[in-house]
Structures are given as C-alpha cells and as structure tokens.
C-alpha cells in the first residue's frame, strides 16, 4: 500500500528551526520580499541560528550564506512559490492556514508588529509607498483584519487601491484572506454587505438549480438559526425558502418561535406565514399576511417609491391574488407583476407565465397562446438552472389547457424525480399533485393526504367562458350617461400607441404616455423615445403584456453618416402582428379611435378581355 503524502502542515512541523522560523515570517509578510528584507526581519525579531549566531550584522553577504542552506532546502519543497532566492513568496494553499496557526500560538501579534514596521506595511508606510502592488496591500489588510482590526482594513483598501495598475475588488480580498480554505470563525468578523456578496449569489444559484449545501449554504444556514446581525434580510429570506422548499417544517417553527417577531425580521416572518397559509388553502388569510409585509416593505422608500418583493416567497402572493379571482385582485396582482422582481429562479419567466395568466382569466385568449408559446426543451434528468421556471411552465400549461400539460407528462415525471432525488420535497409535492391529476382519465383531482395547493389556483374552464365574465362584469360597472371606452389596469398612467398610414398601405406607430387628470379624463399623451423602451423598460410599470411584446420589437440600427457613426432606435419588421388588438390604438390626430385586426391572404383573379383592331 503506497504511503501517505504528508500534508504542509504535517511538513512544516518537521522542519528545523530556522526554516520554520523563515516560513511564518513570509506567511505574514504575503507579497514577494528579497533576501533583504527578509534577513531584516529576522534581525528585527531577533531569531538567531541554532548555534547562536545573530542577523543583525550591517554586512550582507555573510548573512546571506547563513540562510542560503535553508532557502535552498525550502525552494525543492513545495512551501515555496519560484525557484529564486531573489524572490520569496509562500505557497498560497498554505498561507492562511499557517498565519491561522500562529494566532493560535499566540505568537502572531508579536512578530506581525514588528514585520509590519520593518517592511513598511502600516497603513502610513503603504499611503507613503512610491509604488504598490495589490499583494503589498493584501499583507497591510492581512495584518489588520488578524489583529481584528476589520474597519481599519476596509479604510486602508479604500485610501490606496486607486494607486495599483489592476486592483481586485475588495471581496476578492477577504475571500482570499478567508476562503482559502474557508473559514467560519474568521469570516464572522466581515461587515453584513460581505457576507450577501459573498454567500447571496452562489447559495440563490445552487438552490434555483436544486443543488446540494456547500460550505457556504452550512454557513449561512446556522447564521440565521442563530439570528446573526451578519445575515441581511435577503440572505435571510433566501434561507426560509429553502428551508420550505427542502421540507425543513421544525426549523421552520423554531425560527418563527425565536425571530418572527424581531423587528428586523417581521417582513420576512409575516411573508412565510404568508406562503404557508396559502399551501394550506387559507387564501384570505394569505392574502392579509402579504399585504402587511408589503406595507412595511414601502415603508422603506416612506411611500414615495412602491416597491415589491425581491424573495421567491413574493410569488405566492399573485398566485394568492389570482386565486381570489375579484376584479380588484387581478389589478392588484397586474400591478405587483408590472413592478418585476429582481432575483434569481428567471423571474423574468414566471413573472410572464402568471402576466399571461391573467390575461387568459380577464378573458383574452391571447394569454392563453402567450403561455403556451414557452416551450421546456430539457429532459431534466439533472439539476439546472431552468428547473424553477420549467415547473412554472408546466402549471401554467394545467391552467389554461389541460390536453397541452397532459402532453408534457413524462417531462413533468422527470422533473418530480429529479425533486425528490435532490430533497426539495415542496417542488415534488405540488408535481405529484400535477401528475394525479393528468394521469386521471377523468382529469379530476383523486383525495389525497397533502393536495397541491397551485393545481386549485384555477379551476378548469374553457377561455369563451372567462371572456364572458369580463363581459359582464364590464357590463356590471357601467354608469348610465357614461361610456366604458377602455378597460381600467389600475394605474393612472397609459402607454397609447399612435398609427400613421398612407394610400400605398405603408404604417408605422409611435408610443405616447398618457395620464388620467382628475376629472378621469386621459391626456393627448407625451412621445416617449424608443429608446427608453428598449433600454429603461422597468421605469413604465404600467405597461400591459401586449405593450411590452410590441416594445420587443425595438431594436439599435446603426448607420455610417460621413466619418460619424449613427445609432437609431427603431422597429424591426415583424412587429405589426402584436399590435393587433391593442385597445389604445390612435389615429395620427390623437382623437380617433383605431382598431387593428388581422386579414388572411386572399388571391384575386382578375379576367381581361382581349378585343383585336385591324387597321
């Protein structure tokens, strides 16, 4: 049996005096030093060799022959970054780890103030420095945040980073001071913002993807049972939907029962109770949770910016309002829709799927033939990140037609395998409700122990029905005298698109925005430039699902002029089909009312008759 390689760690203890002693000065020093240096280092802390001789001589070379044995002995190892003496750096997979090792030895304070003034590495000698590297700021930084001076560190980045040719974000420093290998109790000491930085992003990605914890999921994980001040709310919430989508109930309880009501806390608390009691079918309580933690949401911007949810949780809330199904619901779940969510799981997706959604409940089939337009390509039998809004999709596809979901079957199977497989039981719950129900001949739901709460979100009708009901109810809140010309999205603000057409059946359109005055009446509307369509879509939350495919069509055309390069924001030419049916079509005037509907083509034959003259 071959033996074992011994790790650094276990090399390092082995190592002579002098050697071990030339290792933890350059585990401290960081960058690159030159025999020089380090032999004033050793002068300084007066580390002598075995036979007593001292380094502080003013003469070189016979210094440098005491040390050239032991650097020779270092360089065939694998300590050592280089061949050189010239040059001496250590091995960056062991740095850390031995720094680490003489904080617990408690010798690091002691030889790290002195190192710190020899090399000039104090925050003075660094701001003084003619020229600097990135590495000699990471060993000022270094010395800082081991001496737990965090803030100290932060503030000696910020004063000279701008003087180095190719700086590393500050983030990049502490996960090369912390994470090489990571390090929980050293990581603590780190200010909230880097902990999301750091832990956000890859923990949202890992469980948009269904991926197992990491290192960093553990970590994260025990810093909000712990109620951490280092966890911000959004780290938090992201910890809550996993621990819901995972099936972790106790946990779950526990952090309601120690945190939800903690005023740092209470949005996120009163979200969850939101979640859970939609799951449990109680719609109205739901409903009640959410809105009084989107209160203290736009208490935040002290209502002069509404906002909504960034969390998954969020979701669960139009989906809640959908359900409702009252005409006030749906333009309250139209306006949380128009105001996006920023997060990871494609929210972009789902956030189209539910818009879609709701347009096929208000009786536009349109809707309908929007959601089935998204297509799953993917057999999903591993993890990726298309897995949430593929699940999404496949709902989407049961609300509106049950025959197309039905065809998606094995994929839906797939999908609720891969689930289970990866324990995010809530995922699979609801797909096995799904695939009862689509496996039933009848399509009816068979009595089961945990129902999916997203199967009865809808119930099953047919589109001519919904279209109806909005019929009536249009019909419903007429006013006598008073004419019902354009349905109402709750938003005092419209985007109206103005046609111009000429004899030689040419057309083309232009965006006006226009506002509702106090007495109801809509303005002639400003031009709103294409390119803020493009480029600045979120600033017009207004817009309707039709509004946003027709803005899809815009795009950069750019053309030489002379020596100048043009750029012109225009339509492409496919656009015209999805202004079809817009309800706030205009003439050029501004008052008359046009309707767009599609035309088939039509082949005419035309017989002329031929007459012959003779002359």
Not at 186 to 200: A, K, N, Q, R, S
Request: one cysteine or more; aromatic letters at 12%; proline letters at 4%.
């Amino acid at each position: 049996m071959a033996s074992k390689t011994p790790t650094l760690m276990e090399q390092y203890n082995a190592l002579p005096y002098l050697e071990k002693k030339i290792i933890e000065i350059l585990s401290i020093t960081y960058a690159k030093v030159t025999q020089t240096q380090l032999l004033a280092c050793l002068a300084a802390l007066d580390i002598k060799t075995e036979d007593g001789y001292c380094f502080a001589s003013k003469t070189e070379r016979p210094m440098f022959k005491r040390i050239r044995k032991e650097l020779n002995a270092l360089l065939e190892g694998d300590f050592l970054l280089g061949k050189s003496r010239s040059m001496l750096m250590l091995n960056r997979s062991f740095v850390e780890l031995l720094t680490q090792r003489l904080i617990a030895d408690n010798q690091f304070t002691s030889m790290a103030e002195v190192i710190q003034k020899t090399l000039n590495l104090t925050p003075h000698g660094l701001a003084q420095a003619p020229s600097l590297t990135m590495d000699q700021i990471i060993a000022g930084m270094r010395i800082l945040f081991y001496q737990k001076k965090v803030e100290q560190a932060t503030e000696l980045y910020e004063n000279v980073i701008k003087r180095v040719p190719d700086p590393l974000s500050l983030l990049t420093v502490w996960q090369r001071i912390c994470c090489s290998p990571f390090d929980p109790d050293w990581f603590y000491l780190l200010p909230p913002d880097i902990h999301t930085e750091f832990l956000g992003g890859p923990f949202l990605q890992g469980m948009a993807s269904w991926m197992p914890n990491d290192f960093r999921a553990d970590y994260l994980e025990s810093l909000v049972m712990k109620g951490s001040e280092k966890c911000e709310s959004d780290l938090e919430a992201a910890v809550l939907e996993k621990w819901m989508l995972t099936g972790e109930q106790d946990l779950l309880k526990t952090w309601l029962k120690k945190y939800g009501k903690k005023p740092t806390s209470l949005e996120n608390s009163l979200c969850l109770q939101g979640w859970m009691a939609f799951c449990k079918g109680k719609n109205t309580q739901s409903i009640s949770l959410y809105e009084k933690a989107l209160a203290l949401l736009n208490k935040k911007t002290n209502g002069k910016k509404k906002i909504f949810f960034s969390q998954f949780m969020g979701l669960f809330y139009i989906l809640a309002l959908i359900k409702e199904g009252s005409d006030q619901c749906f333009v309250q779940a139209r306006k949380c829709l128009a105001m996006g969510m920023n997060r990871e799981y494609s929210f972009k997706t789902i956030c189209d799927l539910l818009g879609g959604l709701l347009e096929y409940l208000q009786g536009n089939s349109r809707g309908g033939d929007q959601i089935l337009s998204h297509r799953t390509w993917n057999d999903f039998t591993t993890a990726s990140s298309g897995v949430v809004p593929a699940f999404f999709t496949f709902f989407s596809y049961y609300w509106v037609d049950i025959q197309e979901a039905a065809k998606e079957l094995q994929k839906i199977k797939n999908l609720h395998k891969l689930a289970k497989k990866h324990h995010y039981s809530w995922f699979a719950g609801e797909l096995e409700g799904l695939i009862q129900i689509l496996s039933t001949p009848s399509g009816k739901t068979v009595k089961k122990k945990n129902p999916s709460c997203l199967v009865g979100v809808t119930s099953q009708t047919k589109v001519w029905e919904h279209t109806l009901n909005a019929l009536l109810s249009l019909n419903k809140k007429a006013v006598p005298g008073k004419r019902v010309d354009t349905p109402d999205l709750g938003f005092d603000q419209r985007m109206a698109w103005f046609l111009d057409y000429d004899n030689n059946g040419e057309c083309d359109i232009s965006p006006r925005e226009q506002k509702r005055n106090a007495k109801g009446v809509w303005t002639k509307g400003r031009p709103v430039a294409l390119k803020r369509l493009c480029n600045e879509i979120r600033k017009f939350p207004y817009l309707t699902a039709q509004d946003k495919k027709i803005c899809g069509h815009i795009y950069a055309h750019t053309y030489k002029d002379g020596w100048y390069t043009n750029v012109e924001y225009v339509f492409d030419d496919d656009y015209m089909p999805d202004v079809v049916g817009h309800p706030f079509l205009f003439s050029s005037d501004g008052t008359t009312r046009i309707e767009v509907v599609p035309g088939k083509p039509e082949l005419i034959i035309l017989h002329f008759a031929r007459t012959k003259i003779f002359l």
